[in-house]
C-alpha cells in the first residue's frame, strides 16, 4: 500500500506544530522521521492516524484522497499506530485487549474470542513472537507488550503501521529483537513508519529517513548518512556528538547509601535495600527501564519520599528525615527528570526560576523583600554562561524552548557551591545541540570535585558521562560495573540478570561459544 502526506499542516492556535510537510511512503519500505522531542513528528501521526484534523493538506492512499474523522477511518484503510503509551488494559488477557474493538459475540451476546485466539497464535507463529492469547497484559514485559499492539495492528489487516517512539521503553535486547520484527514485516510487504530521534536505531533500519525541525522538512537522507550529518539537519547546525573527558581522578566517597528501601502505599517496595557510594570527583550513572525505582531512589535521597527506612549521609550527616530545604542547603543540586512539573513555574520570569532554591539568601533578599536588582543581575550572567536562549530574563520561562528550559534548571542547581549534584533525565527532550552543552557542564561539575549521579534511561548518555554504572531492575541494583562496560552487558543487567552472570554471557558470545 502506497501512504502519501501533501502539505499537511496542522495549527494549534498560533502554534503551527505541521507546516507542508510532504511524506510518501512505499510498500515494503522502512520510512524514520527523526527529529528532536517537539519537532512535530507525533502530531503528524496523530493526522494520518485520524486523532487530529489537519488544518490544511491531504492524505492519499494508493493514490486516493482519503479523508479520516477518527482511528476506526485509518485502521479501516490499513493504517495501524503502535503509540509510545501502550493502549492496553493491564487486567486483560492478550486476547481481550485484541478483541477490543473490534468485538464478535456468540449466541447470547456473549464475547467470542475463539477466532481472536486463532488469529494472534497465527500471526505469533508467522513473525516469531510468542505471545500467549491468554496471557494477562500486566504480568508480560514491556516487549511482549508492545508485540501485542502489533499484533492489535495486524489481526486488523494493518498494511502500513506507526511506531511512535517504541523503543523509548525497551532494555537493548528488546530493541534489537523489535528491529529484526521490523525487518520480517517489510519482507511481508507491509510498511513502517518509524518515529524516533535516536540516530543509531533510525540508521540501523531505515531505507529513507526524512527529518523534521520545528515543523517542517527540513531534508531526507539515506541510512548510510553519518550520525554527524543527520545530527546537523536535526540541529541546523554542526554539532559534535563525541564528549572529550578526562579519566576520573576520585577522592573519597563523601556519600553513602545503605540498605535504603523505599515503600509504594500499597507496601510494595520500590526501592529493594539499596546500598552503594559516590566518590568526589567520579560520575555514577543510574540505568535501567524507565519505571525500575529510578524516580523513587532520587525522590528519597532528595527528602520528597515519605516511607523511608535505611541511611542516607553526606559528609557523614545523616539526611533522611530532614525537609528538602535542609538536604538543599546541606549542598544537594537536584534536575528533576520531568523539568515543566518539577524544575521550573513557567509562569515566573528566567530571573525568578534562577534563584527559586535560594530566593531568600542574604544576596537576593533584604528581610520580607527581595532584591530585584540583584535577581536580574544573577539572570543576565547565568544567561551568558549556560548559553540560554530567551528574548530577555523577564520572559516567563514556560515559553522557551525544551533545551533552554533545561539550561534554566541546570544554571539555577550549578550556581551554588554543590556537596552532591544529580540529573535525573538530564537530556530528555533536549535537542542535539543543547545535549553537548549539558554534557560538558557536568563533567565539569565532576572534574571540581563534587559527586555526581545520573540517571538515564538513554544508554548512550550513560556510556558518554559514567565513571561506574548501577542498573536498576525492580528496584534493586543487579550490579555496579565499570563504565567502560559494554552495551551487551548493560542490556542483560536491564533485563534481570546479575552483572557476574552477564559479563561471564558477554565473554561467551564474544568467545563464539553461544
Known amino acids: 500500500m502506497k501512504l502519501e502526506l501533501i502539505g499537511i499542516t496542522k495549527r494549534f492556535g498560533s502554534l503551527v506544530a505541521n507546516d507542508h510537510i510532504d511524506l510518501v511512503v512505499e510498500p515494503g519500505q522502512v520510512h524514520s522521521l527523526l527529529g528532536e522531542n517537539g519537532a512535530g513528528k507525533s502530531t503528524l501521526m496523530n493526522v494520518l492516524y485520524g486523532l487530529y484534523d489537519p488544518t490544511e493538506g491531504e492524505i492519499r492512499v494508493d493514490d486516493e484522497p482519503v479523508v479520516f474523522k477518527g482511528p476506526a477511518d485509518a485502521m479501516a484503510a490499513g493504517i495501524g499506530m503502535v503509540h509510545q503509551h501502550f493502549m492496553l488494559v493491564p487486567v486483560f ?10 468485538e464478535t459475540t456468540k449466541a447470547g451476546g456473549l464475547l467470542n474470542l475463539s477466532r481472536t485466539r486463532e488469529r494472534i497464535r497465527e500471526i505469533s507463529d508467522q513473525y516469531g513472537f510468542d505471545v500467549d492469547p491468554d496471557a494477562v497484559v500486566e504480568d508480560l514485559p514491556v516487549g511482549v507488550q508492545q508485540r501485542v499492539e502489533i499484533i492489535k495492528a495486524l489481526v486488523r489487516d494493518a498494511e502500513v503501521l506507526i511506531l511512535d517512539e517504541p523503543t523509548a521503553v525497551l532494555t537493548p535486547r528488546e530493541t534489537d529483537e523489535l528491529l529484526g520484527i521490523m525487518g520480517q514485516l517489510t519482507a511481508d510487504g507491509k510498511s513502517i513508519v518509524f518515529i524516533s530521534h535516536k540516530l543509531r ?15 517542517k522538512v527540513v531534508g ?42 523505599v515503600q509504594a502505599a500499597n507496601g510494595q517496595r520500590v526501592v529493594d535495600g539499596l546500598s552503594f557510594e559516590v566518590s568526589r570527583g567520579e560520575i555514577l550513572a543510574v540505568a535501567g527501564v524507565q519505571g525500575n525505582g529510578q524516580t523513587e531512589l532520587t525522590e528519597a535521597i532528595l527528602g520528597l519520599q515519605d ?17 528538602v530545604k535542609d538536604i538543599i542547603r546541606a549542598g544537594v543540586g537536584f534536575v528533576p527528570e520531568d523539568r515543566s512539573v518539577e524544575g521550573l513555574v513557567g509562569s515566573f520570569t528566567v530571573a525568578e526560576n534562577l534563584v527559586l532554591n535560594r530566593y531568600d539568601d542574604a544576596a537576593f533578599a533584604r528581610g520580607l523583600s527581595m532584591s ?5 543581575t544573577n539572570a543576565e550572567e547565568k544567561i551568558e554562561e549556560f548559553d540560554i536562549r530567551t528574548q530577555s530574563a523577564s520572559s516567563a520561562a514556560g515559553t522557551l524552548s525544551g533545551g533552554n528550559q533545561q539550561k534554566v534548571v541546570m544554571a539555577r542547581e550549578l550556581s551554588r557551591p554543590l556537596k552532591l549534584f544529580i540529573a535525573s533525565q538530564p537530556t530528555r527532550g533536549v535537542d542535539v545541540g543543547s545535549i553537548e552543552f549539558l554534557h560538558r557542564r557536568i563533567v565539569a561539575e565532576r572534574d571540581g570535585g563534587t559527586p555526581v549521579i545520573i540517571v538515564s534511561t538513554e544508554l548512550d548518555e550513560v556510556l558518554e558521562l559514567a565513571d561506574r554504572i548501577a542498573v536498576l531492575y525492580r528496584g534493586r541494583f543487579m550490579g555496579i560495573v565499570p563504565g567502560t562496560v559494554s552495551r551487551d552487558v548493560l542490556g542483560l543487567m536491564m533485563a534481570g540478570m546479575p552483572a557476574d552472570e552477564a559479563l561471564a554471557q558477554a565473554d561467551d558470545i564474544e568467545g563464539g561459544d553461544l
Not at 533500519?205 to 527529518?211: G, L, N, P, R
Not at 516511607?307 to 525537609?323: A, C, F, Q, Y
Not at 530585584?372 to 536580574?376: F, G, S
Open 372 to 376: 530585584p536588582a540583584a535577581i536580574r
Open 220 to 261: 531526507t537522507a539515506e541510512p548510510s548518512a553519518s550520525t554527524t550529518e543527520l545530527a546537523s539537519l536535526m540541529v541546523g547546525r554542526s554539532v559534535s556528538l563525541t564528549l572529550d573527558k578526562a579519566p576520573a581522578t576520585p577522592g573519597e566517597a563523601s556519600f553513602r547509601v545503605h540498605e535504603l528501601v
Open 201 to 215: 536505531e533510525v540508521k540501523a533500519v531505515s531505507d529513507v529517513i526524512t527529518v523534521i525541525r520545528r515543523g
Open 93 to 102: 488477557t492478550v486476547a481481550e485487549n485484541v478483541a477490543l474493538g473490534n
Open 307 to 323: 516511607h523511608v527506612s535505611g541511611s542516607i549521609t553526606l559528609d557523614g550527616v545523616e539526611l533522611v528525615g530532614r525537609s
